[in-house]
């Protein structure tokens, strides 16, 4: 499985951006996708999550209200939508599988595959 995240970008305080993350290869539409982010000099840090129907979803406090999670199975994409974004989402953001039954939880041991991060700076 291969995961490739886009979207990211520069913003000023309070816009919006989208990420996406596409999958390929042998995926399955039952795995648990994750957003996961990593700012410079700290540990990458869960954000967002969806089980495999769509139907379940969650998110870090610190995003909760602002950021909303969503997957296309048709598509095999699943997407971030980012709004009212603080300086301090400033990070590189990465897309993660995990083949395990939904859980509600995403340790970062647990997420199988992972794919390349895409860079979101927020200016103040």
């Known amino acids: 499985v291969q995961l490739q995240a886009s979207g990211g970008g520069l913003v000023q305080a309070g816009g919006s951006l989208r990420l996406s993350c596409a999958a390929s290869?042998?995926?399955?539409?039952?795995?648990?996708m994750g957003w996961f982010r990593q700012a410079p000099g700290k540990e990458r840090e869960f954000v967002a999550g969806?089980?495999?129907?769509?139907?379940?979803?969650n998110y870090a406090d610190s995003v909760k209200g602002r950021f909303s999670i969503s997957k296309d199975n048709a598509k095999n994409t699943v997407y971030l939508q980012m709004n009212s974004l603080k300086p301090e989402d400033t990070a590189v953001y990465y897309c993660?599988?995990?083949?395990?039954?939904?859980?509600?939880?995403?340790?970062?041991?647990?997420?199988?595959?992972w794919g390349k991060g895409t860079q979101v700076t927020v200016s103040s």
């Open positions: 993660a599988a995990d083949r395990r039954p939904y859980s509600g939880t995403y340790p970062l041991r647990n997420m199988d595959y």
């Open positions: 290869g042998r995926t399955g539409s039952s795995n648990t």
């Open positions: 969806i089980n495999g129907s769509g139907g379940r979803r």
